[in-house]
Nanobody, 123 residues
């Protein structure tokens, strides 16, 4: 019903920046809450950021607050994650996800997921 494709991952040095993109197709994008999650080897999937369907509210995990920014442009069916001041601990596969609800930080409530994009931060 909804297909999500992430892009923009890569290898950066600590302190650098990346912007991840998530392109959506299928069901009406504007009505979905969009989130970013990440998962490092051996760790649970971790909430990163979320944005409401209107873009009026954003939510961030404490460790990302002030460094990461989520945004969306519904006309382009796209959501971004701007990542600044990257740290080695940010290394993970980053996933975008969509849901019709508003339980922002729990990955179980997201209905659609992208394939993930690898972000590696070197020291």
């Amino acid at each position: 019903q909804v297909q999500l494709v992430e892009s923009g991952g890569g290898l950066v040095q600590a302190g650098g920046s990346l912007r991840l993109s998530c392109a959506a197709s299928g069901r009406t994008f504007i009505m979905y809450t969009m989130g970013w999650f990440r998962q490092a080897p051996g760790k649970e999937r971790e909430f990163v950021a979320a944005i409401t369907w209107s873009g009026g509210s954003t939510f961030y995990a404490d460790s990302m607050k002030g460094r990461f920014t989520i945004s969306r442009m519904n006309a382009k069916n796209t959501v971004w994650l701007q990542m600044n001041s990257l740290k080695p601990e940010d290394t993970a596969v980053y996933y975008c996800a969509a849901q019709l609800g508003d339980i922002y930080s729990d990955h179980h409530h997201y209905d659609y997921w992208g394939q993930g994009t690898q972000v590696t931060v070197s020291s």
